[in-house]
T-cell receptor, first 113, second 106 residues
Framework: NAGVTQTPKFQVLKTGQSMTLQCAQD?????MSWYRQDPGMGLRLIHY???????DQGEVPNGYNVSRSTTEDFPLRLLSAAPSQTSVYFC????????????FGSGTQLSVL | KNEVEQSPQNLTAQEGEFITINCSYS?????LHWLQQHPGGGIVSLFM???GKKKHGRLIATINIQEKHSSLHITASHPRDSAVYIC????????FGTGTSLTVIP
């Protein structure tokens, strides 16, 4: 099992560009989620999904879109990147939501110039 | 407004010391998680608690639901325990503390 695979590891964007961060898991987990980690602020939930076709907003959803067409994949889209979106992004999955062990991807370091 | 508060923010210990990291939360929760973030950035789950106490090797985690408080203890600390330890609480969604940076000196 690969666990949670997150790509890319590093990305530099210009303001206004769009991109998609990929997240895939091979553990058949229903719960998947995206977080951003900023210095001094801890991890913050962006969006989450409790199953294919179901997504919901977290604490900081503005500027980000998600979709969940399959159990395995949960991509995060930045439609028009802004410098405030410079951060480290983590994807995580769990078999049973908040009651399950969280499995994290290795993270994406994103810089928006 | 921080739903999850951790203390201390930074902790330096000598190898072999007993370590305690505290987590207090203000929201209603269904479960509390302790995570470890390695110096390279990777995050792994240590414990999930909804009540009582759990032990895994030298790590012990406790939770007091009434007081909205959890502690993570490390017995006989070792330099390889050096990492950031993060408390996360889950109700409708997850909220995270800002982490406790632990350095264990040989």
């Amino acid at each position: 099992n690969a666990g949670v695979t997150q790509t890319p590891k590093f990305q530099v964007l210009k303001t206004g560009q769009s991109m998609t961060l990929q997240c895939a898991q091979d553990m058949n987990h229903e719960y998947m989620s995206w977080y951003r980690q900023d210095p001094g602020m801890g991890l913050r939930l962006i969006h989450y999904s409790v199953g294919a076709g179901i997504t919901d907003q977290g604490e900081v959803p503005n500027g980000y879109n998600v979709s969940r067409s399959t159990t395995e994949d949960f991509p995060l889209r930045l439609l028009s990147a802004a410098p405030s979106q410079t951060s480290v992004y983590f994807c995580a999955s769990s078999p049973v939501g908040v009651f399950g062990k969280l499995f994290f991807g290795s993270g994406t370091q994103l810089s928006v110039l | 407004k921080n739903e999850v508060e951790q203390s201390p923010q930074n902790l330096t210990a000598q190898e072999g010391e007993f370590i305690t990291i505290n987590c207090s939360y203000s929201v209603g929760i269904s479960a509390l998680h302790w995570l470890q973030q390695h110096p390279g950035g990777g995050i792994v789950s240590l414990f999930m608690l909804s009540s009582g106490k759990k032990k895994h090797g030298r790590l012990i985690a406790t939770i007091n639901i009434q007081e909205k408080h959890s502690s993570l203890h490390i017995t006989a600390s070792h330099p390889r325990d050096s990492a950031v330890y993060i408390c996360a609480v889950g109700g409708n969604q997850f909220y995270f503390g800002t982490g406790t940076s632990l350095t264990v000196i040989p």
